[in-house]
């Protein structure tokens, strides 16, 4: 008798805030919408992993194997090395891309001409809507044999060559044009967190002799801390999730030892080889994965910096 009163109280209470909210829920409704068509129904295609999927069979006429195709990959020696450079692409975004942004945010605040602040910010936040084509188009013309940087490195002593054709470089590149595309886009929030600092604390320091360096690093980066576990979580749990648009546009086969990530991988065994079980096992085992790191990176951000996502 009691769960069926909680049950209705519940009921109630729900049908109550539909009604006292219900232009919300309407705005709401093309959101649930997208994300139904878009990321829940196309989840049923993960049937695809664990069958010889032929398109002209369809699901329900395609051969079930079972784990093979998984185990064709792990056996597969473009296992070890699309992993790594995944792995490897990720880290140096985390390890470097990472914190610049929050150094980045760091030093716009400390900016106190306003029009010279908005200006910076201006010219920083555009590299990141620059379209990917456009982009991959500016890095190829200039690393090229007589591109623009190589002329540069050729007058430092390097030997010439096209620099997208060696594969101890393509790290680099992809690395350099990452934070030169994401610096200023990644630190809004972070200076957005800055913003939200209580103002007394800088007061506070300044009355008790702290110069500007020493109100950084003692007011406004434990500020920010939640913030900056809040996005490291998420980064990591996106860390086998290497956007793959530019890679794709940049790489070549005498790049992929250290270009052909995950998501490449997938692409080109899908679409080129048409191997569409075998690819979809690929991108659930990345599914997977990724979400183990992020329950797991949230789980000791809880215990040990009192800080989580959900």
């Known amino acids: 008798m009691a769960g069926r009163n909680v049950s209705r109280t519940v009921k109630t209470s729900w049908k109550r805030d539909l009604k006292m909210n219900r232009n919300i829920y309407l705005l709401f409704l093309p959101i ?3 994300f139904l068509i878009f990321n829940y129904l196309p989840m049923f295609g993960v049937v695809m992993a664990f069958q010889d999927f032929k398109a002209i069979k369809g699901f329900f006429g395609s051969q079930f194997v079972g784990f093979q195709n998984f185990i064709s990959f792990f056996s597969s020696p473009d296992f070890w090395t699309v992993l790594r450079n995944t792995l490897v692409i990720s880290f140096l975004g985390l390890g470097v891309g990472f914190p610049l942004q929050i150094i980045f945010a760091l030093l716009l605040n400390e900016i106190y001409y306003t029009r010279f602040k908005k200006l910076v910010q201006t010219f920083s936040y555009l590299p990141h809507f620059v379209s990917a084509v456009v982009i991959c188009g500016l890095i190829i013309e200039f690393v090229s044999s007589n591109g623009l940087i190589t002329n540069l490195l050729v007058m430092l002593g390097f030997p010439r060559e096209n620099l997208l054709q060696n594969p101890k470089y393509f790290w680099g590149i992809n690395l350099l044009t990452d934070v030169w595309q994401g610096l200023g886009y990644g630190s809004i929030i972070f200076m957005a967190a800055i913003t939200g600092v209580s103002q007394e604390l800088h007061e506070a320091a300044t009355i008790d002799g702290a110069n500007r360096l020493k109100r950084v690093w003692h007011v406004t980066i434990p500020a920010i801390v939640p913030t900056i576990v809040t996005m490291l979580v998420l980064r990591i749990g996106m860390i086998l999730n290497v956007g793959f648009e530019k890679i794709l546009l940049l790489y070549n086969p005498s790049i992929y030892e250290t270009a052909d990530v995950i998501s490449t991988h997938v692409a080109r065994m899908g679409i080129e080889r048409m191997q569409y079980g075998y690819s979809a096992a690929v991108g659930l085992f990345n ?23 959900f």
Do not use: G, R
């Open 32 to 34: 649930l919408i997208y």
């Open 287 to 309: 599914s997977v994965v990724a979400t183990m790191l992020l329950v797991i990176s949230n789980y000791l951000s809880k215990k040990l910096a009192q800080t989580s996502v």
